[in-house]
């Protein structure tokens, strides 16, 4: 009886609101149907607050099919998907495309709700089949892709992700796509990569710097095939081309390079390079890099009087904490004192994030080329400051 009676005031409810909405648009001269999703959401807010579940639901049951009411039906869908309750927003939306009512523009709609749910619920092959039927729809076309190629990371299906993500570059020049196809093919050229596939594994690399010139992520895989053949020169030198593409993620490519140069390096080309980018793009890893050079070329004290200089212009935790265990304890610094200056800089440092998503704002301790939390490419970089870059 009391589900009845939710059901008989959710009726009269909406049919009040219909009405007013119709008179109101009358004495504007003109016929409005809502059709904006998130506007009928906010409508809805008040019935979706004061009635059960289950009257709503019955009420969906009995609504009418047509040009009006479809907004309706899909907001209460997407309603439910939002609380979480995925298996309501699927059956509400499997009766819609079953209803023979529906007028046939508003089918791709609801096709690309269902999916959604079936991508909520875990479904995933539905959810793939669906999307795939949608792949050429003139409005639906594009979000399917983007959803499929979203569904494809997140299983590492990266050969399908690229193939998806090419349906999208065709006649168009999207900075975001053609990012997303290089970082993808990256993914691919890593793959060959860890089997030994050097060619192949070149030439994806190489196809990745030509869908995005900025792919710093292609740069260090081509850098990872001259280390392993041997060409250490060719090597240091597609770490200094990250400057060009991406000077944020230099201190990346400083990382690289010095584990190279120890080894293999001509240590006078290496100041000088290192001091010519710290001029362009000083950052604290830069500094370090350059202060470990001047100290194996020309001795501690010209190491530490530069950085010194340095750190008075561009101060940093990590700078400081190399002027303390170069310097030692001049200047009357006790044994005790260097040690707490170290200790304690050393915690400020320990739980810090060392990376941030400029999209989302993600942060972590490891490099994503892929932000876990927003699905975006590069966006995850070496965080700048004091205590960081």
Request: net charge neutral; hydrophobic share 40%; aromatic share 8%.
């Amino acid at each position: 009886m009391d589900i009845l009676l939710q059901w008989l005031l959710l009726t009269v409810a909406v049919a009040a609101g219909w009405f007013a909405g119709r008179l109101s648009s009358s004495s504007r001269g003109s016929k409005k149907v809502i059709a904006d999703e998130d506007s009928v959401r906010d409508r809805l807010q008040f019935l979706f607050t004061n009635y059960s579940d289950q009257a709503v639901e019955n009420f969906v049951q009995s609504l009418a099919v047509n040009r009006d009411t479809v907004s309706l039906h899909l907001s209460i869908g997407a309603h439910f998907r939002h609380k979480g309750e995925t298996d309501r927003a699927i059956l509400i939306h499997q009766n819609l495309l079953a209803r023979p009512e529906l007028p046939p523009r508003f089918s791709p709609q609801v096709t690309f709700e269902l999916a959604l749910d079936y991508l909520n619920a875990g479904l995933l092959d539905r959810a793939e089949a669906l999307l795939h039927e949608l792949m050429g729809d003139r409005e639906y076309g594009r979000k399917s892709s983007l959803q499929l190629i979203e569904l494809y990371q997140q299983e590492k299906e990266w050969g399908k992700a690229a193939q998806v993500a090419q349906t999208l570059t065709n006649g168009q020049t999207d900075p975001a796509v053609l990012k997303m196809l290089a970082y993808i093919t990256c993914e691919i050229a890593d793959e060959a990569f860890k089997k030994d596939d050097r060619w192949g594994s070149q030439k994806l690399a190489k196809e990745a710097l030509e869908f995005d010139r900025s792919c710093v992520r292609a740069t260090f895989i081509l850098m990872k095939l001259q280390i392993r053949q041997g060409n250490f020169r060719e090597a240091a030198g597609q770490s200094f081309k990250v400057f060009d593409q991406n000077p944020e993620f230099g201190s990346e490519a400083v990382d690289r390079l010095m584990k190279l140069e120890h080894e293999h390096g001509d240590i006078g080309r290496l100041v000088k390079k290192l001091r010519k980018l710290y001029e362009t793009w000083p950052s604290t890893s830069l500094l370090l890099a350059l202060v470990e050079s001047v100290e194996r070329a020309s001795g501690r004290p010209a190491a530490i009087e530069l950085l010194r200089l340095e750190l008075e212009v561009r101060p940093s935790v990590r700078g400081l904490l190399r002027l303390v265990e170069m310097a030692g304890y001049e200047k009357g610094m006790t044994t005790d004192e260097g040690r707490l200056v170290s200790r304690i800089g050393h915690l400020i440092l320990a739980n810090r994030p060392v990376y941030r998503c400029v999209s989302c704002g993600f942060s972590g301790r490891q490099l994503h080329w892929l932000c876990p939390s927003c699905k975006q490419w590069e966006t995850v970089r070496p965080i700048q400051g004091v205590e960081a870059e």
